[in-house]
């Protein structure tokens, strides 16, 4: 078990212009921490987790992995063990063989493999396919497969790129479960990249969002969720994603619908002599209310039923323009297409701000 440091490190691909497929980046994983990398496609996701595997090289600032340099250590003198997205199993090797192939590189005595391909086994159900070849297994079981032989190692740290994209729904949200007990159980040191938020959300002791190759936040979950640092992480973190829309500013608060929704004076001194300001608010602090008790008119466009919430898409004056919002509402009566309602916030400190130019998030 290790801790992992990215120190200023950048990978970047000659060319013109080049590409910072990672840019300075600044990381500190700690002993045992489930530590998920999300970003869109081509934010440098993979191309970080290939820095600390030895499979990219660092142009810029150093990697360590406890405590020791490994900036221009080779792969196999790291101590890692990574997972990819297609699981790589070697095809006319049976399930056992697949899982103690690193052990017997490594001429580990034969009883040894035996043994802690047993134990692997035992911990992924998978001790009646031992005899099998991957081509007679299941998605999820080559799955579980690929992550015994990554278990049987014992490395101080996993590495998962994407482990889980050839699974169907049902069996990604089972197998994430199953992942995150197991990384709990086993104590190593993590590091897991998707793209899927709601995966990292749902996996990692801490997040941390990539844009462009630059690190944008790192912190937990409910941080993200609450304290997004810019308007990217806003928009990107929570689905249905955050209302984010550049709204005129006047002296006490944001003006939507001709209307001002006071701000928090803090808030307002932080929007200082801006015009106007990145206004932010989720789905689920929005509510429809009557029309008597004042709020923002909106005219329905789509309601997407859910079952126990629905979610009410609609158009409401911004500066001039229509723009559109998502409510979530109740599922039991929700209002039909083409309906004038009226939405209300269901509290002000609920609001995120953000510069209108740099994204940067203005208020606490
Ligand atoms: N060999 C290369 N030469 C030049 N550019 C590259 C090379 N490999 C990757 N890139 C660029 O580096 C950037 C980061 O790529 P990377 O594969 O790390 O993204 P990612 O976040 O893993 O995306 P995805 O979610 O699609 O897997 C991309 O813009 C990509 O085009
Ligand atoms: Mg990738």
């Known amino acids: ?57 660092v142009d810029e600032g150093r990697i360590t992995i406890g405590g020791a340099d490994v900036t221009h250590a ?31 590189l490594r001429k580990t ?28 297994l299941s998605g999820g079981q080559r799955q579980r497969v690929a992550m015994g032989r990554a278990i049987v190692r014992e490395p101080s740290v996993f590495l998962m790129d994407e482990p889980l994209s050839n699974l169907d729904a049902k069996l990604r949200v089972e197998t994430r479960a199953n992942i995150a007990a197991l990384q709990k159980r086993l104590g190593t040191t993590t590091i897991y990249v998707t793209h899927d938020q709601v995966e990292a959300m749902t996996m990692g002791h801490r997040v941390a969002v990539l844009k462009d190759g630059v690190l944008q936040q790192c912190a937990s979950p409910r941080e993200l969720y609450e304290n997004p640092a810019n308007a990217f992480v806003a928009g990107f973190i929570g689905s249905p994603a955050m209302n984010l829309k550049t709204v005129p500013v006047s002296g ?8 001002t929704i006071p701000l928090p004076r803090e808030a307002m001194a932080a929007v200082g002599d801006l015009k106007e300001v990145t206004f932010g608010v989720r789905p689920e602090a929005l509510s429809l209310t009557s029309a008597e008790s004042g709020g923002l ?34 599922g039991r009566t929700p209002p039909a297409l083409g309906q004038r309602v009226t939405v209300a916030l269901r509290d002000p400190s609920e609001v995120h701000l953000f510069h209108p130019k740099t994204g940067v998030r203005l208020a606490a």
Do not use: W
């Not at 950048?10 to 990672?22: E, M, T």
């Not at 006490?252 to 209307?259: H, K, Q, R």
């Open 74 to 104: 080779p792969p196999k003198n790291r101590d890692i063990a990574m997972v990819f997205q297609s699981y790589a199993l070697y095809p006319h090797m049976t399930v056992a063989e697949n899982m103690g192939f690193a052990l017997k």
């Open 1 to 57: 078990m290790a801790e992992v440091a990215y120190v200023s490190a950048s990978r970047v691909y000659q060319g013109s212009p080049p590409v910072r497929a990672v840019d300075q980046l600044d990381l500190d994983i700690a002993d045992g921490e489930f530590l998920v990398l999300v970003g869109p496609s081509g934010s440098g996701k993979s191309t970080a987790l290939r820095m600390l595997a030895g499979l990219e090289d």
């Open 297 to 330: 008119a909106m005219t329905v466009e789509l309601v997407e039923e859910l079952g126990a919430d629905a979610l009410i898409h609609g158009a409401i004056e911004v500066g001039g323009s229509q723009e559109r919002f998502v409510v979530r509402a109740d």
């Open 252 to 259: 006490e608060g944001a003006v939507l619908d001709g209307t």
């Open 109 to 136: 005595p034969k009883a040894v493999i035996r043994q802690k391909v047993a134990e692997a086994a035992r911990m992924l159900d998978l001790e009646k396919y031992l005899d099998r070849k991957p081509r007679a």
